[in-house]
């Protein structure tokens, strides 16, 4: 679709909107891949584990649990970088501050004449 529609044609906002989307597709597909990732990586893991147990019926050390700890913690990190910090909010965040930074600018000034 190419954001037809939205914006007169051919306009930078067209453009620019079109690229964010794109970004936004291509982070919620890199997810996804991650997640298909994560729970491939970590069968295996848990497959070798208990393909190669010392002695069968004993138990050995669930050395599996600690990579599934730290790449679940990546893919928290993963899933709060696409989802809940997006490109929009942080842009809007950046725009605040610096908003609030030139409000104290123009307050510092005005005390100072």
Same mark, same amino acid.
């Given at each position: 679709?190419n954001g037809k529609g939205y914006y007169p044609q051919n306009s930078t906002r067209?453009? $620019?909107?079109? &690229?964010?989307?794109?970004?936004?597709?291509?982070?919620?597909? %890199? *997810?996804?891949?991650?997640?298909?990732?994560?729970?491939? %990586?970590? #069968?295996?893991?848990?497959?070798?584990?208990?393909? #190669?147990?010392?002695?069968?019926?004993?138990?050995?050390?669930?050395? *599996?649990?600690?990579?599934?700890?730290?790449?679940?913690?990546?893919?928290?990190?993963?899933?709060?970088?696409?989802?809940? *910090?997006?490109?929009?909010? #942080?842009?809007? #965040?950046?725009?605040?501050?610096?908003?609030?930074?030139?409000?104290? $600018?123009? $307050?510092?000034? &005005?005390?100072?004449?």
């Amino acid at each position: 679709m190419n954001g037809k529609g939205y914006y007169p044609q051919n306009s930078t906002r067209q453009n $620019e909107a079109y &690229k964010r989307a794109v970004r936004r597709v291509q982070a919620r597909m %890199g *997810f996804q891949q991650h997640i298909i990732a994560y729970l491939l %990586g970590n #069968t295996l893991l848990v497959l070798i584990y208990l393909l #190669t147990q010392v002695m069968p019926g004993f138990p050995a050390y669930p050395w *599996f649990i600690w990579p599934i700890l730290g790449w679940s913690l990546a893919l928290i990190f993963h899933f709060m970088e696409v989802f809940v *910090f997006s490109e929009s909010r #942080t842009r809007q #965040t950046r725009q605040r501050l610096i908003e609030r930074e030139l409000q104290h $600018e123009v $307050e510092a000034e &005005k005390a100072r004449i």
